[in-house]
């Protein structure tokens, strides 16, 4: 089993909709959680964190299950700008001060 | 602004040929940063995990003797791939965190390296 497990995609959505994103992660121990977003042959870019309690930014929400394990990533009102691939990436713990990524979902608005 | 740099942004060099690449942390002093490597639409895969003024860390399956890594100072660290061929050629991509458990990694812009 993948460490951080994502739907890889794509997801063609319209604009406008809104869509979307799950991930599970495996290890019990992880103590945070971001999205990321990487814009074809660009580095990842932080989007936001996710909390706990859940968190929103704009047209963006994220929300945390511990229980499940599972962290979303929910867009609004989607725009031709989001099309990108959404890394969901965890903080394993356990002794790694690196990030373990998702493989990524990949989001193609279109007009 | 960026708070993560890395150069060069693009190499194509012969096969045999060693290139380095260097990554500094612009706002803050890391004592650790780290190198992922990106094949087409694939995840980034943790390389190597650089630690200020002793040796890296290298991840499973990747060799220490093919990917050199130094972080001679708290702002910079470099990749060197020796000896590069074509299965080499990569997306190579630093990043480095801040002070703090719950702090997010900021990345550098990366590298493409091409190998002919």
């Known amino acids: 089993r993948k460490e951080v497990e994502q739907d890889p995609g794509p997801f063609n959505v319209p604009e406008g909709a809104t869509v979307a994103f799950n991930c599970t992660y495996s290890n019990s121990a992880s103590q945070s959680f971001f999205w990321y977003r990487q814009d074809c042959r660009k580095e990842p870019k932080l989007l936001m964190s996710?909390?706990?309690s859940g968190n929103e930014d704009g047209r963006f929400t994220a929300q945390l299950n511990r229980a499940s394990q599972y962290i979303s990533l929910l867009i609004r009102d989607s725009k031709l700008s989001d099309s990108a691939t959404y890394l969901c990436v965890v903080n394993m713990g356990t002794g790694r001060r690196a990030l373990t990524f998702g493989s990524g979902t990949r989001l193609q608005v279109q007009p | 602004g960026a708070v993560v740099s890395q150069h060069p942004s693009w190499v194509i060099c012969k096969s045999g040929t060693s290139v380095k690449i260097e990554c500094r942390s612009l706002d803050f002093q890391a004592t650790t940063m780290f190198w992922y490597r990106q094949f087409p639409k694939q995840s980034l895969m943790l390389m190597a995990t650089?630690?200020?003024?002793?040796?890296?860390?290298?991840e499973q399956g990747v060799e220490k003797d093919k990917f050199l890594i130094n972080h001679a100072s708290l702002t910079l660290s470099t990749l060197t791939v020796t000896s590069a061929h074509p299965e080499d050629s990569s997306f190579y991509i630093c990043?480095?965190?801040?002070?703090?458990?719950?702090?997010?990694?900021?990345f550098g812009d990366g590298t493409r390296l091409s190998i002919l």
């Open positions: 996710v909390y706990s």
């Open positions: 650089s630690n200020e003024g002793s040796k890296a860390t290298y």
């Open positions: 990043s480095a965190r801040d002070t703090g458990t719950n702090q997010p990694q900021h």
